[in-house]
């Protein structure tokens, strides 16, 4: 059996430097609060780009057309709850950045 260099299975070899699968392979145990607080930006920013900017736009465009205050009224609620979910996944990023609990 062929082994394999130690350079050859490093995630430069792949352009995954300062990747996040470049920061989990070298991360020491114990750092799971680095992929962790990661993820969570991620998942930040999919619900922002995701959800909450189509939100914004659909109320834009209720607002401007004249609609019904139930859906003005329901399309602000949305908006709302999004961007209260978004506020406490920053504050639990935050946490884990400043805590490291893991």
Do not use: C, N
Request: glycine share 8%; net charge positive.
């Amino acid at each position: 059996m062929r082994r394999q260099h130690r350079a050859s299975l490093s995630p430069e070899k792949y352009g995954l430097r300062y990747s996040r699968v470049d920061v989990a392979l070298r991360a020491p145990p114990g750092d799971g609060w680095v992929i962790a607080g990661l993820l969570l930006f991620v998942a930040i920013f999919a619900l922002g780009v995701g959800l909450i900017v189509p939100a914004g736009q659909k109320l834009a465009t209720l607002a401007k057309s004249g609609a019904a205050a139930t859906e003005l009224a329901e399309a602000v609620h949305r908006l709302r709850m999004l961007s209260w979910i978004d506020v406490a996944l920053l504050a639990v990023a935050i946490f884990l950045m400043t805590t490291k609990p893991f």
